[in-house]
């Protein structure tokens, strides 16, 4: 179905697209205000939102002073935003980052533009459908550490927030069930209200947006030629980046849960040994699941603001876009030393989508054009989402 749509759009891309905009809201009115909340252009689907956790402007606000604020690190030096910076579309332009303290991540951190459009969360999880799920995560696991609220720091980092009479007031705002305890500041709050931030990270005003919004010279005759490669049987690319987000895991309001996809490929970057296998430190949904057909696969990230989020893949280990092309162009990745060593073009796990192709760099100019193409600088200088706490306050 998330395919079919591509194709659709694809299709109809020279006579303009329109992105499905109709949604289960029975009440035209609560689609209307969260479209209103989420600054939502017409073209894009109305997202899906938890029931436990409605949107509001209160805890969207919330949301964006916890997300610049290092109080949320046990050690306090690091926030969401040491990793999510707003210049790189919320990535942060490293292979992949420390956390709080100090320990090397393994995973190349995302962009955060339209995560609300992804039907599960993180490179390798499929059970998390929801950012309350998620966010858990990024704060509380201890390991790797990223921001390290483990159960023995969780008091203190609480009466660090508590003690803000800024934060006393801004959590009685965004959540106004005072019949248990007014004072109370919980992490579930915490992060309710990180969840409805992130929620409103709506990256849509691309030159690619204003071409499908009508606006033709939005678009190069070169990115044009592009989306048509990138949407053609010979690059393949939209088989697994498909949908508002180019990626296979996709979900808006009308999506029923159970048409939701298994949005996981391996896309020959490694093949360790021969069988398939990834780096030790990081094999993707195999480590959760220990399913030995589950090596090296991953969800495809969005492809929103790609020029902006490099380094690529989920370790950070292809430096360019068109290095990322030459990837697919050679049906997979060698590495020809060191004990990751292995020909993933050959790798018994590899998508059979990864075939390779001959293509002329005129092409793959042209396939890098219409990623740049998606490019939101609304986005990355949008007040909205800006470091609040150097504002007046
Ligand atoms: C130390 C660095 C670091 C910090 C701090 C951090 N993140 Fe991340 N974040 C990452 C990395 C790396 C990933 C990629 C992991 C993955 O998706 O598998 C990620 C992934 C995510 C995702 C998943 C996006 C998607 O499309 O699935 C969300 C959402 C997110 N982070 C939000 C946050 C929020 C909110 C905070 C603060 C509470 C935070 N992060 C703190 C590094 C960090
Ligand atoms: C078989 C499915 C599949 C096909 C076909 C495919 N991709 Fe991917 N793509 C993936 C997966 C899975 C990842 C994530 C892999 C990882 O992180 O190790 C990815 C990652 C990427 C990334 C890096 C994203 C990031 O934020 O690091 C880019 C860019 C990309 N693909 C572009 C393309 C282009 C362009 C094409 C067509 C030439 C294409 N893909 C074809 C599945 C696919």
Redesign the pocket.
Known sequence: MIRFFTLVCGLALLSGCEFDSNSTFTNTDDAQSLRSLLDLPDHMPLPAIPDYNPLTQEKITLGRFLFYDTKLSANQTQSCASCHEQGSAF?DGLTAPLGSSGHQLVR?S??LGNVVYHSTLT?EQQWFFELEEQLNVPIRADNPIELGVTDAVLPDVLTRFQQDPDYQTMFNLAFPDTSRDKSNITMNKIIFALASFVRTMISASSPYDKYLLGDKSALTQQQIRGFQL?NGEK???F???SGVNFSSSYRDANTALDALQFP????G?YNVGGDGSYPDEDQ?LYDLTLNPTHK?L??????RN?AL???????GS?AS?RG??EH??RGGSVTLTGKNAGDGRVSPLK?G??QGFDATEEEIDA?IAF?ESLTDDKFISNPRFSNPFTEQR
């Open positions: 990535a190349n995302q962009g490179m990138f690059f393949e690319c088989h697994c980046h996981f490929f391996n896309n970057l993707g090296g991953f969800r495809p990230q969005s492809l790609i989020t490099g380094p690529y893949m989920h370790d292809i876009l990322v092309i697919y162009a998508s989508l990864i396939v990623l």
